[in-house]
């Protein structure tokens, strides 16, 4: 079974530079979540959907942050314009329910130079 | 104070060693816990759920107690495969959305 896929892996960019994060999640899983981990402060979560629907985005950042989720089966994570402070991993997130176990995707490597 | 709390380590011990984590969360109302394991440059995955009755899996045992609001992980006869970072996560219990812990870092030596 294929798990949650995220795209692209690894990505570098400069600032000012509009990055576009995408998501995958589990078939069947209602809840998706974005999180951004750096070494400073760890695992973040940044917003999650359940049933495509923004349930929470107190974690998103600022206004260069924006995630939407037009189907159940895919979910982007943007930010416009990036800064080097946003360099980071992006893991995307799935569940069958919020309170349940989360299956992460691989993850997304940012470099903003 | 940070809502799941752990000892980053990290914690080197030889192989055979038994070595266990503890965390303290700060919500009593959080009623689900966990434990998830991440290796370097890799995603977390989920190790283990915590009961309240406490549960094994091999030579994983994990204990919570909720009147002190801490979840201790215990492995024993610990294998170079061990090392690893491991993440404490406890769901917000007013919102359900799941907090995870800085982690624990883990360096088991031949």
């Known amino acids: 079974d294929a798990g949650v896929i995220q795209s692209p892996r690894h990505e570098v960019t400069e600032m000012g530079q509009e990055v576009t994060l995408r998501c995958k999640p589990i078939?069947?899983?209602?809840?998706l979540f974005w999180y951004r981990q750096t070494m400073m402060r760890g695992l973040e979560l940044l917003i999650y959907f359940n049933n495509n629907v923004p349930i929470d985005d107190s974690g998103m950042p600022e206004d260069r942050f924006s995630a939407k989720m037009p189907n159940a089966s895919f979910s982007t994570l943007k930010i416009q314009p990036s800064e080097p402070r946003d360099s980071a991993v992006y893991f995307c997130?799935?569940?069958?329910?919020?309170?349940?176990?989360?299956?992460f995707g691989p993850g997304t490597r940012l470099l903003v130079l | 104070r940070k809502e799941v709390e752990q000892d980053p380590g990290p914690f080197n011990v030889p192989e055979g060693a038994t070595v266990a984590f503890n965390c303290t969360y700060s919500?009593?109302?959080?009623?689900?816990f966990f434990w998830y394991r991440q290796d370097c440059r890799k995603e977390p995955k989920l190790l283990m759920s915590v009961y309240s009755s406490g549960n094994e899996d091999g030579r994983f045992t994990a204990q919570l107690n909720r009147a002190s609001q801490y979840i201790s992980l215990l492995i024993r006869d610990s294998k170079l495969s061990d090392s690893a970072t491991y993440l404490c996560v406890v769901n917000d219990g007013n919102t359900g959305k799941l907090i995870f812990g800085q982690g624990t870092t883990l360096q088991v030596k031949p």
């Open positions: 919500n009593s109302a959080s009623q689900s």
């Open positions: 078939s069947g899983h209602n809840s």
């Open positions: 997130a799935s569940s069958f329910h919020d309170t349940e176990t989360q299956y």
